[in-house]
């Protein structure tokens, strides 16, 4: 059974940089089938997509955070990475990592979530 | 970016009724490439439906999907009390991805 098991700090001060880590069990990080990704969902909000990554290190990024973020990973430890710098209070949120399948020409439907982790911006 | 309205924003039901939660899209989504979930508090959002009619693996076919172009369905037959829950649409036709605001199925 494939899981997806979010890391790093619960509390980032303004203006430093957000960055947490994934990893991935039950299955292999370098299949080609898939995209690895993340997503987050303020306190009581709805979802917004981070951005994804391919085995081959290819990245998407959602424009209004492209300015901000990069996603890696590490098909040696089976682990991909989210860095979101000069984080503000709007940046605190359940951070969720998550597994993309692929379609046609692109990415597709997220099949896999990690349970979240809530990152809270503050000093 | 393509944006989703859900409506309703709440639905109060009873268990054994039927529920119809509505996804609107701003732009025509690419090939039906539209996928509902599910989120129970305190938990991770759960695939239900992809490809705007196909269900995930596991899921009981009391779910169905349906619609196409800019106007999508998710109908829940016969609602059982673990269905209480909030329901996201999300488009992966186009970057970025992008999913709706919710609509919470609540108990009546």
């Known amino acids: 059974q494939l899981q997806l098991q979010e890391s790093g700090p619960g509390l980032v001060k303004p203006s430093e940089t957000l960055s947490l880590t994934c990893t991935v069990s039950?299955?292999?990080?370098?299949?080609?089938?898939?995209?690895w990704g993340w997503i987050r969902q303020p306190p009581g909000k709805g979802l917004e997509w981070i951005g994804i990554i391919y085995y081959d290190g290819s990245p998407y990024y959602n424009p209004s955070l492209k300015s901000r973020i990069t996603i890696s990973v590490d098909t040696s430890k089976n682990q991909f990475s989210l860095k979101l710098n000069s984080v503000t209070a709007a940046d605190t949120a359940v951070y969720y990592c998550?597994?993309?399948?692929?379609?046609?020409?692109?990415?597709?439907?997220?099949?896999?979530w990690g349970q979240g982790t809530l990152v809270t911006v503050s000093s | 970016e393509i944006v989703l309205t859900q409506s309703p924003g709440t639905l109060s039901l009873s268990p054994g009724e039927r529920a119809t939660l509505s996804c609107r899209a701003s732009?025509?989504?690419?090939?039906?490439?539209l996928a509902w979930y599910q989120q129970k508090p305190g938990q991770a959002p759960r695939l239900l439906i992809y490809g705007a009619s196909s269900r995930a693996t596991g899921i009981p076919d009391r779910f169905s999907g349906s619609g196409s172009g800019t106007d999508f369905t998710l109908t829940i037959n016969r609602l059982e009390p673990e269905d209480f829950a909030v329901y996201y649409c999300q488009q992966y036709g186009s970057s970025p991805l992008t999913f709706g605001g919710g609509t919470k199925v609540e108990i009546k």
């Open positions: 039950g299955g292999s990080i370098s299949s080609s089938s898939y995209y």
């Open positions: 732009q025509s989504v690419s090939s039906s490439y």
């Open positions: 998550a597994r993309h399948t692929t379609r046609a020409r692109g990415v597709g439907a997220t099949d896999y």
